[in-house]
Nanobody, 122 residues
Framework: QVQLVESGGGSVQAGGSLRLSCAASGSIFRINVMGWYRQAPGKQRELVALMSSGGRTNYADSVKGRFTVSRGNAKNTVSLQMNSLKPEDTAVYYC????????????????WGQGTQVTVSS
């Protein structure tokens, strides 16, 4: 019903920057929340940053002041600008969205992207 496609991962040295983008498509009536989680090897998936449809943001303490989440000019997109990257930011980053689907009943569901690797070397 809904697909999330990420782009922009890669490798960078500590102190560098990367920008992740995610586009949602499919039977979308409204996206209530959109943002990013990450999962490092051997660790649980954790929140990075979220943005509500009203513009409210929520960041993990570990990325505050370094990462910025934003919704694109196209309504169904979200980006994550990552500055001052650290080796501990190395993880697979997943796009996440809470979507009200454009079907009878207009139910709300959680959706995930396939993930994109971010590697930060020291």
């Amino acid at each position: 019903q809904v697909q999330l496609v990420e782009s922009g991962g890669g490798s960078v040295q500590a102190g560098g920057s990367l920008r992740l983008s995610c586009a949602a498509s499919g039977s979308i009536f409204r996206i209530n929340v959109m943002g990013w989680y990450r999962q490092a090897p051997g660790k649980q998936r954790e929140l990075v940053a979220l943005m509500s449809s009203g513009g409210r943001t929520n960041y993990a303490d570990s990325v505050k002041g370094r990462f910025t989440v934003s919704r694109g000019n196209a309504k169904n997109t979200v980006s994550l600008q990552m500055n001052s990257l650290k080796p501990e930011d190395t993880a697979v980053y997943y796009c996440y969205a809470v979507v009200v689907v454009a079907t009878i009943g207009r139910k709300e569901y959680d959706y995930w992207g396939q993930g994109t690797q971010v590697t930060v070397s020291s």
